[in-house]
């Protein structure tokens, strides 16, 4: 018999577990931002009385991510999955959600298909040791009074107040959030975050290619000798032209998926997604 119960700390070791199985990138940290951001909308599958599978929410506003979801491999095509995915959905439904968002692997993508989600965009995972990247005169990292700025900034880019999000990852590693300025004018925003395999980097937007490129140029700088992850849309030409010429590859790929009412968002102008979690 399939159950599913709220996720709390102590099932950490079972998400950590899966996401190893799943070759996900998540650490301990990730998953306890995921529980204090989403309390009650964080599920474990359990399926005979023991625990099997997970899914987490992430309520900004009328959007709502779904992510993480993920069932052990000995049991999955039982349905375990969609059962999750229903549970999300419902949970973000009594929150008043308008618009169900996520990415999609691969193998998620039938799952999310068969429960009515259409494909948007697609993002291209690239990965790599970085080489070059430096400092820019207009780049620096964030002041504590320049955030608010930035969320209206994302929000403007992604059509979605990430607000909670920015904030959280701003609090956990202040000096990773770097900002650039043209004219006095915040134009783009990046940050980066510690990974299980690799450095992630994002999320992070730019209203130009300029802003975009220096923007990664610290980063990578300031994640020398380190494998990093980035996730860029690939309808975004500049970031890829830019990851490719820092020598990052393209590893996997996902879906950006919705159910419900359209997002009005500039993926050409989104130059880091902040890991599938979360957009
Ligand atoms: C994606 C994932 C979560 C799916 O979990 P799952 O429990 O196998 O999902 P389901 O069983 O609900 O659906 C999988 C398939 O089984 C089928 N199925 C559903 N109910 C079933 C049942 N009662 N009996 C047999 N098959 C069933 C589904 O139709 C689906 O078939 P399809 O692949 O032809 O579309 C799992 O493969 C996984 O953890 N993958 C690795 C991590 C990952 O990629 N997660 C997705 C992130 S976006």
Known sequence: MIRIRTMTAADVPLGMRLREQAGFNQTETDWRRFLDLEPEGCFVAELDGEPVGTVTNCVFDSVGWIAMLLVDQRVRGRGIGTRLTEHALAYLAARGVRTARLDATPRGRPVYEKLGFTAEYELARVE??????????????????????????????????????????????????????????????????????????????????EAGRALGDVAIERCAGQTVFVDVPTDNGPALDWTESRGLVVQRRFTRMRRGEPVVDHPSQLWAGSGPEKG
């Open 128 to 209: 790599g040791s970085p080489e070059g990247g430096g400092p820019h005169g207009a780049v620096s990292p964030i002041a504590a009074d320049q955030l608010d700025v930035v969320v209206e900034l994302d929000r403007e880019v992604t059509g979605t107040n990430r607000r909670r999000l920015i904030e959280r990852l701003y609090r956990e590693k202040p000096e990773a959030m770097h900002v650039f300025l043209a004219s006095d004018r915040i134009a783009g925003y990046l940050t980066f975050r510690d990974g299980f395999h690799a450095t992630q980097i994002g999320p992070g937007v730019a209203l130009s290619d």
